[in-house]
Protein backbone atom coordinates (compact mmCIF):
# COMPACT_ATOMS: atom_id res chain seq x y z
CA UNK A 1 0.00 0.00 0.00
CA UNK A 2 1.30 3.12 -1.04
CA UNK A 3 1.88 6.44 1.07
CA UNK A 4 -1.70 8.01 -0.79
CA UNK A 5 -3.73 4.94 -0.45
CA UNK A 6 -3.25 4.80 3.11
CA UNK A 7 -3.74 8.27 4.01
CA UNK A 8 -7.24 7.91 2.16
CA UNK A 9 -7.92 4.74 4.59
CA UNK A 10 -6.63 6.10 7.79
CA UNK A 11 -6.36 10.06 7.96
CA UNK A 12 -9.74 11.48 9.26
CA UNK A 13 -11.31 13.84 6.91
CA UNK A 14 -9.45 13.17 3.69
CA UNK A 15 -11.83 13.05 1.59
CA UNK A 16 -13.04 16.96 2.49
CA UNK A 17 -9.76 17.95 0.84
CA UNK A 18 -9.39 16.01 -1.53
CA UNK A 19 -11.64 14.82 -4.59
CA UNK A 20 -13.12 11.22 -5.03
CA UNK A 21 -11.85 9.84 -7.90
CA UNK A 22 -13.54 6.45 -6.99
CA UNK A 23 -16.60 4.87 -7.47
CA UNK A 24 -18.19 3.44 -4.30
CA UNK A 25 -21.35 2.08 -2.45
CA UNK A 26 -23.68 4.62 -0.59
CA UNK A 27 -23.85 3.31 3.22
CA UNK A 28 -27.17 4.55 3.35
CA UNK A 29 -29.32 3.17 0.56
CA UNK A 30 -26.85 0.94 -1.15
CA UNK A 31 -26.31 2.72 -4.61
CA UNK A 32 -23.24 2.86 -6.56
CA UNK A 33 -22.15 6.25 -6.99
CA UNK A 34 -19.78 6.70 -9.67
CA UNK A 35 -17.95 10.37 -10.60
CA UNK A 36 -20.25 11.71 -13.08
CA UNK A 37 -17.01 13.84 -14.49
CA UNK A 38 -16.34 18.06 -14.64
CA UNK A 39 -20.14 20.86 -14.41
CA UNK A 40 -19.99 23.99 -16.55
CA UNK A 41 -22.28 26.68 -16.63
CA UNK A 42 -23.09 28.59 -19.91
CA UNK A 43 -24.59 31.73 -20.32
CA UNK A 44 -28.41 32.07 -21.83
CA UNK A 45 -28.83 33.43 -25.48
CA UNK A 46 -31.91 36.07 -26.64
CA UNK A 47 -32.51 33.36 -28.81
CA UNK A 48 -32.68 29.71 -26.42
CA UNK A 49 -36.37 28.14 -25.88
CA UNK A 50 -37.58 29.26 -22.59
CA UNK A 51 -39.33 25.77 -22.29
CA UNK A 52 -36.52 24.36 -23.22
CA UNK A 53 -34.32 25.59 -20.58
CA UNK A 54 -36.98 25.35 -17.88
CA UNK A 55 -37.27 21.68 -18.57
CA UNK A 56 -33.56 20.65 -18.76
CA UNK A 57 -33.66 22.59 -15.05
CA UNK A 58 -36.40 20.81 -13.93
CA UNK A 59 -34.52 17.20 -14.72
CA UNK A 60 -33.00 16.94 -11.50
CA UNK A 61 -36.13 17.31 -9.52
CA UNK A 62 -38.02 14.57 -11.81
CA UNK A 63 -35.19 12.21 -11.67
CA UNK A 64 -33.55 12.48 -8.53
CA UNK A 65 -29.96 10.58 -7.87
CA UNK A 66 -31.76 8.98 -5.05
CA UNK A 67 -34.40 6.14 -4.71
CA UNK A 68 -38.03 7.73 -3.80
CA UNK A 69 -39.36 4.89 -2.47
CA UNK A 70 -36.77 4.91 -0.03
CA UNK A 71 -37.24 8.35 1.52
CA UNK A 72 -38.59 7.77 4.60
CA UNK A 73 -36.04 5.36 5.70
CA UNK A 74 -33.27 7.59 4.27
CA UNK A 75 -34.41 10.54 6.25
CA UNK A 76 -34.86 8.66 9.40
CA UNK A 77 -30.86 7.38 8.80
CA UNK A 78 -29.51 11.03 8.31
CA UNK A 79 -31.72 12.69 10.99
CA UNK A 80 -33.31 10.02 13.24
CA UNK A 81 -36.43 11.55 13.17
CA UNK A 82 -39.47 9.60 11.62
CA UNK A 83 -39.35 11.96 8.38
CA UNK A 84 -39.31 15.92 7.57
CA UNK A 85 -41.21 17.63 10.07
CA UNK A 86 -43.35 20.79 9.42
CA UNK A 87 -42.34 23.76 11.85
CA UNK A 88 -44.99 25.17 13.43
CA UNK A 89 -46.96 22.40 12.99
CA UNK A 90 -46.03 20.95 16.40
Same mark, same amino acid.
Given at each position: ?????????????????????????????????????????? =? !??????? $????????? +?????????? =? !??????? $????????? +????
Amino acid at each position: MNRENKRKYYEKGYYRTHPCAESFHCKVCGRLVVLAGALSSN =R !IAADDNP $MKLMSIAMK +PLCLPPFPLD =R !IKEITQA $MEGTDGISN +PGRG
